[in-house]
């Protein structure tokens, strides 16, 4: 008789052991356990990847000490070329116009031979370049 009540609570432990999981199954939920340090060791892989940049090139259309006069190179600069992104950067005592982000010196020379006539005393330099752009074509 002992055996036969042990037996039969076993089962049905089993049972609702079971139950318990399939129902937890059906609802879809995950409980995801892991240590903190993941958790930390993963927003510290985002943080870092967010800020980083690649090497590259760009093509600096001017440098000088007169800040309006790289304001307005700037500005003649994105009317012409809109698609291309321009950066103006401050390096004591010269304001800087760098544009494009070219992975390639090729790349970068090409655009070079293309805006010399408007900017004759451009040439190419190597920087830290943002990460290009893709762009998605729609399958039809």
Known sequence: MKQTILVTVFFLICFVHTHAQNKAVDTGKVDLVQDYKVKSLLNKHIEVNAKSAIKGYRVKIHFGADKNKANEIKAKFSTLYPDVPAYAKYDQPNFNIRVGDFRSKLEAYK???????????????????????LDVVEKK
């Open 111 to 133: 655009f070079l031979k293309e805006i010399q006539i408007e900017f004759p005393s451009a040439f190419i330099v190597q920087d830290d370049i943002e990460f290009p752009r």
